[in-house]
């Protein structure tokens, strides 16, 4: 039977020390604490992206909806018509929608899609998101993005357009 334990160490010698474990432990948060905040600081850049990717989709739905309808929603009506039809029985017949596979999503922050006509350099519509912090302006994440207009103290927010009919 010794012949069979000879290649083993004594349980002794087989164990990591409470000491090695704690050097390991604190390595290992090292490189959390120094990875961690560049790949969160990547989140946030990827909601811009992903706001961009958004309104870029939108802008295209709005498109879809006036060679439909005739004309780009009104501000009362809001991004609500790409996926409910108007109320007006006469754009009722021209929509051909749903425009969007779901109802108006609300940006990557949680906040409505500001819309509004007309839009800034000859474009007919203003289409944007006030960022991470939902302000006006700003700079790195809280920056304004997307189709942006002039003055946008007369933009309303798209906040009625993500809910129902």
Known sequence: MTGRLT??????????????MLVV?????LLV????PRLFSRVDYAKVDTAKAQINMLSTALQTYRLDVGSF???GQGL???YYPPSNSR?????KGPYLQRSTPDDPWGHPYVYCIPGRN??????????????PGGTGINADVGWLRGSKS????ASSAAGGP
């Open 7 to 20: 290649g083993l160490r004594p349980l002794r010698e087989r164990a990591f020390t409470l000491l090695e």
């Open 25 to 29: 432990l604190v390595i290992i948060g």
């Open 33 to 36: 604490a120094v990875v961690g």
């Open 73 to 75: 929603p009104t501000p």
């Open 80 to 82: 609500r018509v790409l």
């Open 91 to 95: 754009l009722r017949t021209l929509w």
């Open 122 to 135: 000859s474009h007919p519509f203003a289409l944007y998101s006030y960022g991470a912090d939902g302000k």
């Open 154 to 157: 007369s933009c309303a927010s």
